[in-house]
C-alpha cells in the first residue's frame, strides 16, 4: 500500500511539473480552441463573415496593454476593462449596456487571470491552501452579487463601480508593494535541495514549500529566492474577500483590489499576496461570468443568452488578456511595481470621477 502510495504521488509530480514546464503550450492553446469554438458553433443571430469577425480587431492591443497592467498588479482586469468600454468604446463604436459590459469584462478577465495565475503557479508563488479557503468563502456572495446585478438600474450600476474604485484607489495608494521580494542576503535553494530549504520535484527550477510545527511557511521561489510567513489571518481574509466578491459579483471587479490588502496586513510576502490573489480573482471571474452569461433567465431579469454576447468583441480581448496574464509576471520581477500601482491608483481617481457625475445625471 504504501509503495502504491508513493508511486501514485510519483506519478502525480510528474504530471505536475511536466504541466507547468510546458504551460505555456497549454495556457495558449485555450484561447485558440476558445476562438475556434466561438467561430463555429457560437450564436450570432445570422451575423457572420469577415466583416463581422474582425470588426474589434482594434481591442487587441488596448485589452492586451490592460491585462499586463492589472496583472502586474495583482487586481482585476475588468477593473480597466469595464471604465474602458464605458468611456473609450462609445468614441469608435455604438455604447453597450451596462450587462453587456460587465459579461465581456468578466470572459476576458476570467482568461486573462487564468492565465495569468498558472504563470504565477509555475514561478512558485502561490499559496494553495489560502487561495482555496478564501475561494469557498467568497464564491457564494460572488454569484449573489452577479445576480443581484441583473435588478441595479444604470445609474445606480455607475455609482457602485464609481464606489468601489475611489476605495480601490485609496487601497492602491496606501498599499506597500516593496516588501516581501527577497534581498540578495537571503539564502537561495541548492539544486539539490540543500541550505535546509525546500525543493520540490513537482516543482520547476528550485521551487518548493515546507511547514514547521510553528505553522511557519518557507516558500522557495523558482529563481531560488526564500519567503517565510504563516497562514494566520483566514477571519480578516474571509471579511474582506468576501466585501468585494459581491462588487466582484455586481460590477465584474472588487474582490482582488479590497482582498488583497488583507494578505499583505497578515504579513504574507507581496510577491506571493499577488500570485495567490490571481487564483482566487480568476476563480471568482469564471463564477462570475457563467451567472451574468446563464444567469438572467433563472431569475426572469435580463435575458443574457449566448446569442445576445458580442462574441465578434471576445475572440480579440479574450486571446489579448491570455497573453498579458503571461506577460506579468515577468513584468514583476523587471519593472517597478509601485510605479504601475501608481498610475493605475491614479487613474481610478479619474474614472470614479467621471462615474460619479454620470451616476449623478441619471438618478438626479
Not at 158 to 164: C, H, K, T
Not at 174 to 194: Q, R
Not at 325 to 353: D, E, H
Amino acid at each position: 500500500m504504501t509503495s502504491t502510495s508513493t508511486e501514485s504521488k510519483s506519478s502525480y509530480a510528474r504530471i505536475v511539473s511536466s504541466f507547468l514546464k510546458h504551460q505555456h503550450f497549454f495556457v495558449f492553446t485555450a484561447p485558440v480552441l476558445f476562438v475556434a469554438l466561438v467561430y463555429l458553433f457560437a450564436p450570432t443571430d445570422g451575423a457572420g463573415g469577415s466583416g463581422y469577425w474582425l470588426e474589434y480587431w482594434w481591442l487587441f492591443p488596448c485589452f492586451l496593454l490592460g491585462a499586463t497592467i492589472v496583472n502586474t498588479v495583482g487586481i482585476s482586469g475588468a477593473a480597466l476593462f469595464v471604465p474602458f468600454l464605458i468611456f473609450v468604446y462609445p468614441l469608435v463604436a455604438t455604447p453597450l449596456d451596462a450587462p453587456t459590459i460587465v459579461k465581456i469584462g468578466l470572459i476576458s478577465e476570467s482568461f486573462g487571470l487564468s492565465s495569468s495565475a498558472v504563470a504565477f503557479v509555475a514561478h512558485g508563488l502561490v499559496d494553495r491552501r489560502v487561495g482555496t479557503a478564501i475561494v469557498g468563502g467568497a464564491l457564494p456572495l460572488v454569484v449573489g452579487g452577479a445576480f443581484l446585478s441583473f435588478f441595479l438600474p444604470e445609474p445606480v450600476f455607475q455609482l457602485l463601480l464609481a464606489v468601489v474604485l475611489t476605495l480601490s484607489a485609496y487601497l492602491l495608494f496606501n498599499l506597500d508593494l516593496s516588501h516581501g521580494h527577497g534581498s540578495d542576503d537571503e539564502p537561495t535553494a541548492a539544486a539539490d535541495g540543500g541550505s535546509d530549504l525546500p525543493n520540490d520535484d513537482d516543482k520547476l527550477g528550485h521551487a518548493g514549500v515546507s511547514v514547521d510545527d510553528d505553522g511557519t511557511v518557507t516558500r522557495v521561489d523558482r529563481s531560488g529566492t526564500e519567503y517565510r510567513y504563516d497562514r494566520s489571518g483566514y477571519l480578516e481574509r474571509f471579511g474582506t474577500y468576501g466585501f468585494g466578491g459581491v462588487f466582484q459579483g455586481v460590477a465584474g471587479f472588487g474582490i482582488g483590489e479590497i482582498g488583497i490588502v488583507s494578505m499583505l496586513r497578515s504579513k504574507i510576502p507581496v510577491r506571493v499576496a499577488i500570485g495567490t490573489n490571481h487564483i482566487i480573482v480568476a476563480t471568482t471571474a469564471i463564477a462570475a461570468s457563467l451567472t451574468h452569461v446563464f444567469g438572467g433567465g433563472l431569475v426572469g431579469a435580463h435575458q443574457l443568452d449566448l446569442a445576445s454576447t458580442p462574441w465578434n468583441m471576445v475572440v480579440f480581448t479574450v486571446p489579448a488578456t491570455v497573453t498579458g496574464g503571461q506577460i506579468a509576471p515577468y513584468v514583476t520581477s523587471t519593472f517597478s511595481t509601485r510605479t504601475l500601482k501608481l498610475f493605475v491608483a491614479g487613474l481610478f481617481v479619474l474614472i470614479s470621477t467621471a462615474l460619479y457625475v454620470l451616476a449623478g445625471q441619471g438618478l438626479f
